[in-house]
């Protein structure tokens, strides 16, 4: 599915109730929807979405995400990039702010060459984060993992009462830098066909007041 979510700026409902931000689950169950993808790392019908059995978190899954320079690259390939817009539905009473995310991936970089993994998060209608960068050096050829952590105090909630979709941005990028593009080639994935690599989104969650 290809296209874009509009931005609307909404009034603001009201704040969820201050509890523990490692509060526990809503027993019923989360579901989410994919309604907008775009980008050159995630064609039409390569990514999907799984939430976990327990609703501690969700998985994103992509089958055909590599950035790469040099043999057989096109000029194109030294960067990818997505863009998820996701309608998480939870449970009546509940809403949720992403506390960690796991990126993982393999990555071959010759010596001389660099990479890049950059990603960010925010709820439709409010301020976009700021991009979290994750850097690699050549001579590097195994699978890499990064983290991005968001302090509790820092932590930004889905407004109770209000739809908001949940955008996701991430970019590869792949630099030849001073290896030889014309005789190698240097690449870093986010993908895998039988989905045992993935991106994991942790949730923490909050009550909404009673209405």
């Given amino acids: 599915m290809t296209g874009g979510a509009a931005l609307v700026l ?38 999907n979405v799984t939430v976990s059995p327990d609703n501690t978190a969700f998985t994103v899954s992509y089958s055909h995400y590599v950035a790469q320079v040099g043999v057989g690259s096109k000029p194109t390939d030294f960067r990818k990039n997505c863009q998820l817009g996701l309608n998480v539905r939870v449970p009546q009473g509940f809403t949720y702010a992403i506390a960690k995310a796991d990126y993982r991936g393999f990555a071959r970089l010759e010596k001389g060459a660099t990479g890049l993994q950059r990603a960010n998060y925010y709820f439709q209608g409010m301020s976009q984060t700021a991009f979290m960068n994750h850097h690699f050096a050549g001579p590097f050829n195994d699978d890499w993992q990064t983290s991005d952590t968001t302090d509790i105090d820092a932590l930004v909630y889905a407004p109770c009462g209000a739809i908001r979709y949940f955008n996701i941005n991430t970019e590869l990028r792949v630099d030849a830098g001073t290896s030889d593009p014309a005789r190698t080639t240097s690449l870093m994935a986010m993908d895998s066909t039988d989905g045992s690599i993935n991106t994991l989104y942790h949730f923490a969650w909050k009550t909404c007041p009673a209405t």
């Fill in 10 to 47: 909404l009034a603001a409902p009201m704040a969820p109730r201050a509890v523990a931000a490692d509060g526990v689950p809503p027993p019923d169950k989360v579901l989410i929807d994919v309604v907008s993808v775009n980008g050159s790392g995630c064609p039409a019908g390569t990514a």
